[in-house]
């Protein structure tokens, strides 16, 4: 049972164009969102967050979009530049769920590939 | 500010034998979470520990997994014996376990291949 889903395993944007990467999600104890890079052969860097409190965060390029009545987040790459070209992973969190605490629930991740 | 330390980066083993891996956090960080990430999938929580204590280890398997954290710093996750479902990447991740959320730094973890 996936509570985290990027349905499109790919996605391929001309250089300056805009990238929109999208996830949903099922559980709604989730209340803290993220959006992780990953560059082949290097672990998950942070790229930006979202508290579910909030329905817009903005960090230069990029943007976060929360709708939290349909359980959709998206990430807005602006102007989209052939060094964001990674796999980009939606994630979860929920203060306490289960067992844990503020633990993180991945997605499968996107592949984006800007051309130049 | 120096990042989290995996090592080694790649291995290469025969199923049923055994491997270890070693992970150091970023210094002060009282959370350690170890992740495995198969091909095509997201990472997947292992066990976390806060400090030297295990908070949550519901999806280790146990009969083969193990982990330990020592002296609530460097921390090693061993499989034994392996078999080849475990090839994976296994990203070891820490946080400042402060004030929630908690944002987690990755290191770059260790590929496996059990062959």
């Known amino acids: 049972d996936q509570q985290v889903k990027q349905n499109s395993p790919s996605l391929s944007v001309q250089e300056g164009r805009i990238s929109i990467l999208n996830c949903d999600y099922t559980?709604?104890?989730?209340?803290?969102f993220l959006w992780y890079k990953k560059y082949p052969a290097e672990g998950p860097t942070f790229l930006i967050s979202?508290?579910?409190?909030?329905d817009k965060n903005e960090d230069g390029r990029f943007t976060v979009f929360l709708n939290k009545s349909a359980k959709h987040l998206s990430l807005h790459i602006v102007p989209s530049q052939p060094g964001d070209s990674a796999v980009y992973f939606c994630a979860a969190s929920a203060r306490y769920y289960g067992g844990s605490q503020g633990n993180l629930i991945f997605g499968k991740g996107t592949k984006l590939s800007v051309k130049p | 500010e120096a990042g989290v330390a995996q090592s080694p980066r790649y291995k290469i083993i025969e199923k049923r034998q055994s491997v270890a891996f070693w992970c150091n956090p970023i210094s002060g960080h009282a959370t350690l979470y170890w992740y495995q990430q198969i091909l095509g999938q997201g990472p997947k929580l292992l066990i976390q520990?806060?400090?030297?204590?295990?908070?949550?280890d519901s999806q280790l398997p146990k009969d083969r997994f193990s982990a330990e954290r020592l002296k609530g710093v460097d921390s090693t996750l061993k499989i034994q014996p392996a078999k080849l479902e475990d090839s994976a990447v296994y990203l070891c991740?820490?946080?400042?376990?402060?004030?929630?959320?908690?944002?987690?730094?990755f290191g770059p973890g260790t590929r496996l291949t059990v062959t």
């Open positions: 520990f806060q400090n030297n204590g295990v908070v949550d």
């Open positions: 991740a820490s946080s400042s376990g402060g004030v929630y959320p908690y944002e987690q730094y």
């Open positions: 559980n709604s104890m989730f209340d803290y």
């Open positions: 979202i508290s579910s409190i909030k």
